[in-house]
């Protein structure tokens, strides 16, 4: 009884498969389209990507433009205990140690804490990470 139940199922299942095989040419391009990757990542100077690789950029971030790309989604919300932008009271002590202590910090992170070395952007240079901390000081004072 069980093994006519599995050749059922198993014969089902064949004659489904049958169904998936004969796609049209233009059923085959939806699927291709809607499953196509989303972008690419392609080195400078690759043409193979379609086109010329993104320019390198034309020079250091600003601290706001760092902030908004690395630092906000801790220091927006608050996350792992990080000090909200624009909050002096939550500033306060910190910025009592100094601009070099939080240079520090802000690069090299903090052990014990929530702060990781650059907040997590590892593809900012020392000088962003300073001039983003300089703008969160700035707008927490």
């Known amino acids: 009884m069980i093994t006519r139940i599995v050749c ?12 998936a095989i004969d796609l049209t040419d233009a059923q085959r391009a939806e699927i291709e389209a809607r499953i196509k990757p989303v972008g690419e990542s392609c080195m400078q100077g690759d043409s193979s990507c379609g086109g010329a690789a993104a320019a390198a950029s034309s020079g250091p971030r600003s601290g706001e433009e760092v902030y908004n790309a690395a630092c906000m989604a801790c220091h927006a919300t608050g996350a792992a205990g990080a000090p909200i932008y624009g909050d002096a009271g939550a500033w306060a002590d ?5 601009t070099d202590v939080l240079h520090d910090s802000g690069i090299n992170g903090l ?11 590892m ?11 300089d703008y969160m000081v700035e707008g927490s004072q």
């Open 94 to 98: 910190r910025i009592a140690k100094g």
């Open 123 to 133: 593809n900012c240079s020392d000088e962003e990470v300073i001039a983003a901390v």
């Open 8 to 19: 059922s199922i198993f014969a089902l299942g064949l004659a489904y498969s049958a169904f």
């Open 111 to 121: 052990a014990g804490t929530g702060m990781i070395a650059k907040g997590g952007c």
